[in-house]
């Protein structure tokens, strides 16, 4: 039985919430809906649920289309109870989108980073190379799979700061076997 994928975590109005999808369960959820690919498809749970299921919630685990809790558009509300696999599709584009911008930004970082090393490299009259400056700047997905590592290995929350290093050190690792 493979392991329940969280896809995304959206939130609706408190007046629309929908029911969540847990045997027996029937709850109204609104501000954080987790949309689950399990063996019997996509489901609907709130957080308690999403707990005694499956033993860890949105805050443990990242979701794979939504960075935050998302709130939903009226029709995608009905979208998420009429066809959910298209809403995830909408998301997925999104998140890809967002994905992209944010590698964009980083490159043009890096960029402007490494000119300005070359710059003081030349001004302080070294000729040696400048080294890399943006060591603790990741990729958003290289980081949060470098903090996925961290916290199933360690058992904490990667996000703490006295896990950066740790962090760090994974996702040299992650970004080793990307090249």
């Excluded at 809790?69 to 109870?81: G, I, S």
């Excluded at 584009?93 to 944010?102: A, F, I, L, M, W």
């Excluded at 070359?118 to 997905?141: C, F, H, W, Y």
């Excluded at 199933?152 to 080793?176: C, F, H, M, S």
């Amino acid at each position: 039985m493979p392991e329940p994928t969280l896809l995304a975590v959206v939130e609706v109005e408190q007046k629309q919430r929908i029911r969540c999808q847990a045997p027996g369960c029937n709850h109204g959820v609104y501000r954080a809906i987790r949309v689950i690919q399990a063996d019997e498809g996509l489901k609907l749970y709130g957080s308690q649920c999403c707990g005694k299921l499956f033993g860890w919630t949105s805050k443990q685990r990242a979701a794979a289309y939504t960075t935050t809790d998302r709130r939903l558009t009226a029709e995608e509300r009905a979208q998420l109870e009429s066809n959910t696999e298209s809403l995830l599709q909408k998301l997925k584009v999104e998140h890809e989108q967002r994905q992209e911008e944010s590698r964009q930004k980083l490159r043009a970082l890096k960029a402007v980073f490494e000119q300005r090393a070359q710059a003081s490299a030349i001004g302080s009259g070294k000729n040696r190379p400048a080294k890399r400056m943006l060591g603790t700047v990741l990729d958003p997905e290289v980081e949060r799979q470098a903090k996925k590592i961290v916290s199933e290995r360690y058992q904490v929350d990667a996000d703490l700061p006295g896990w950066r290093g740790l962090v760090l050190q994974a996702a040299k690792k992650i970004e080793g076997e990307n090249d």
